[in-house]
């Protein structure tokens, strides 16, 4: 809500310094901020629907329209890059005199500082909530403090070097550079709903349970993450000795669930207990085993390599 009230500030005081100098270099400004109001509007409406709790046709919650709220805002950012370029090309071959680009770098600024300051905070609450879409508005956010600080710096030097093909030109490259802000958006978002896999979180998660695996923790293989908006759903098998009753492989299971909690992420976790089978024996920890079959001879340190192989260790 921040972002949109704050963004349609900015879009008009964009827009006004665009009708005071006539630039296209100032329009490229004014013309994303467009498009940070109409995402904010979006992302307003897809965190309402993320924080909406699961039902029967939503077992895993709402949070996966998060990704499509980050998917249209790198959509419109890119669109919005293109039809800068095509006014740039025009401007390029029928120029148009500019007028007040100092003061027009004036208001550039002050916006510029406006969306860095707001840009910082959403990424750092985006980061705590665990928001794709929060952090992906605060980014865009600073995207738009660097564009402006190019602006200003762009719309001075015309100023001073009355070069008036600069302001086409320079706006050529700032749109390169929306554009491709907008494709890092759309690539992280379909990344999201193809459920492609989170090595960071994984590999935190592995280190973690490597300090703190216990003997009756044979191996873990088959192991997924998925997320859905802020929330990381984990499946994975744990080898635990065959000997051990239910309410011993529940406490177990209980104890990977809790340690994953506590150490690295707000995570649903679906542990499924396999029994050990001989062959582990020669990479098994657990002291005073009544079925040994032969004395350890190696340890596996967990990586992910092992852990997302749907067998156990020694196959």
């Known amino acids: 809500m921040v972002a949109l009230i704050v963004g349609l500030f900015l879009m008009l005081a964009k827009f006004g310094a665009y009708f005071l100098t006539l630039s296209t270099f100032v329009l490229t400004d004014a013309a994303e901020s467009i ?74 600024g002050a916006t510029g500082v406006v969306n860095g300051a707001l840009g910082f905070y959403m990424i750092k609450k985006g980061k705590s909530l665990h928001s794709i879409t929060i952090e992906a508005d ?70 973690v349970l490597n300090e703190k695996r216990r003997d009756e923790w044979i191996d873990i293989h088959n192991f997924r993450a998925q997320k859905y908006g802020n929330e990381l759903h984990i499946d994975c098998h744990l080898t635990l000795p065959n000997y051990f009753d239910l309410n011993r492989v529940h406490a177990e299971v209980k104890l990977v669930d809790k340690l994953i909690n506590n150490e690295v992420t707000k995570t649903e976790l679906f542990i499924h207990a396999d029994p ?3 062959e582990c024996c020669h990479y098994c920890s657990m002291p005073n085993c009544p079925i040994r079959s032969e004395a350890k001879t190696e340890d596996i340190v967990w990586t992910m390599e092992k852990i997302i192989r749907n067998k156990k260790h020694f196959e």
């Open 35 to 108: 498009v940070n109001v109409l995402a904010s509007s979006f992302a307003f409406f897809s965190i309402y629907l993320a924080a909406q709790p699961r039902d029967e046709n939503h077992p895993y919650g709402h949070g996966k329209v998060e990704y499509f709220s980050v998917f249209i805002e790198g959509a419109l950012i890119s669109i919005a890059a293109i039809v800068i370029m095509v006014k740039a090309i025009y401007g390029i071959i029928y120029p148009n005199q500019i007028h007040e680009l100092v003061t027009g770098a004036i208001i550039i």
């Open 138 to 207: 605060g980014r865009h956010l600073l995207t738009d403090m660097v564009t402006s600080i190019g602006l200003v710096l762009g719309l001075l030097l015309i100023h001073f070097t009355k070069i008036l093909w600069l302001d086409s030109g320079l706006s050529i490259l700032v749109a390169v550079y929306i554009l491709y802000s907008g494709y890092k958006l759309v690539r992280r978002s379909v990344s999201g709903l193809m459920d492609e896999a989170d090595f960071g979180v994984v590999t935190e998660i592995v280190t």
């Open 276 to 278: 050990c089978l001989p």
